[in-house]
Every structure is written in C-alpha cells, then in structure tokens.
C-alpha cells in the first residue's frame, strides 16, 4: 500500500502481499484482512490490482472494464468507408418546379 501523492518507487505505508506471475502456479500471496482493512478506509486498487484481487476472490466488487482499441480490420473497413464517402460526388440539389426560386418575372 502505498500513498497516492507518493512517487511509484517510493516510500510505502504496509506491505500487504507479493505476486510472482513467473511461477508455475503463479504466486499471490495477500494478507486479506489487511487488504479488507485498507479498503473500508477508502483504499483504491490500480486496475490490475484490482482484476487480481477480484479473481483470487479477496475483493467482491468486478473491475472497471477497459474500453476496447478497434482491431486492425475494423480501422481498415471504417477508413474504407470514410474514402469511399468522400469520392461519391455531391449529389446537386435543383428545386423542384413547385418551389419558388427567389427569381422574379415580369409576366405583365
């Protein structure tokens, strides 16, 4: 646990666990009452703190869900179709026999 306003290699308040995810299994050990402990104080997670905890089953809660980069394909079929707007020419627009045109004519 370390305090927001802190640098990320600086100093810590508690030393709640360790992760190893080399290992075969990977290794979380948590002291869980001291995380529960940090958290009803207003204790907040970073995101992958958080999906770790959450899928050890020591926080409840479900992480925040990361908004998602569109693939490769995706970019390509929108710039496709943003080309393909921009080459069809632009449709001209004549009023109809029914609408004035603003012009004026001397019919007398």
């Given at each position: 646990?370390?305090d ?12 709640l ?14 002291k ?37 980069r ?39």
């Amino acid at each position: 646990m370390a305090d927001r306003l802190a640098p990320r290699d600086g100093k810590f308040i508690e030393n709640l666990g360790h992760y190893n995810p080399l290992t075969d299994p990977i290794t979380l050990e948590v002291k869980k009452e001291r995380v529960e402990h940090w958290i009803a104080l207003g204790a907040q997670p970073t995101e992958t703190v958080h999906r770790l905890l959450f899928k050890h089953g020591i926080i409840e809660t479900e992480p925040p869900k990361r908004p998602s980069r569109p693939s490769r394909a995706e970019r390509q079929a929108a710039e496709a179709a943003q080309a393909e707007l921009d080459a069809e020419p632009e449709a001209s627009v004549e009023p109809s026999a029914d609408e004035p045109t603003g012009e004026t004519t001397d019919s007398e």
